[in-house]
Nanobody, 124 residues
Framework: QVQLVESGGGSVQTGGSLRLSCAAS????????MGWVRQAPGKEREGVAH????????HYADSVKGRFTISQDNAKSTVYLQMNSLKPEDTAMYYC?????????????????WGQGTQVTVSS
């Protein structure tokens, strides 16, 4: 099993920034890709960023490209999501997720392990 613990959510105004962190523990050797998935009330889950923890390649949803950056600190088994120029439509619960790399980098159903989520609220 892999345990994922997110932190760093909060409330900001439009244009503000937040950095989310996701600390992984347990059988992390069984996963080599991690991502951030968000879900707003009444909406489907949306994969927003993905990173291959081995080579460091990244992928982003068009909705966040140029504003969000996913990164990693392998020594700490931690993945980050730097969110800049936040908009009200970014308001959602943000989940860290992990999987073995493969098809569908940003497809939420392809992830096997999930954190408990951290709330991000952006006010206008």
């Amino acid at each position: 099993q892999v345990q994922l613990v997110e932190s760093g959510g909060g409330s900001v105004q439009t244009g503000g920034s937040l950095r989310l962190s996701c600390a992984a523990s347990g059988a992390i050797y069984s996963t080599n890709c991690m991502g951030w998935v968000r879900q707003a009330p009444g909406k489907e889950r949306e994969g927003v960023a993905h990173i291959a923890t081995g080579g460091g390649s990244t992928h982003y949803a068009d909705s966040v490209k140029g504003r969000f950056t996913i990164s990693q600190d392998n020594a700490k088994s931690t993945v980050y999501l730097q969110m800049n120029s936040l908009k009200p439509e970014d308001t959602a619960m943000y989940y860290c997720a992990a999987r073995r790399c493969g098809f569908g980098f940003l497809i939420p159903s392809m992830y096997n392990y999930w954190g408990q989520g951290t709330q991000v609220t952006v006010s206008s």
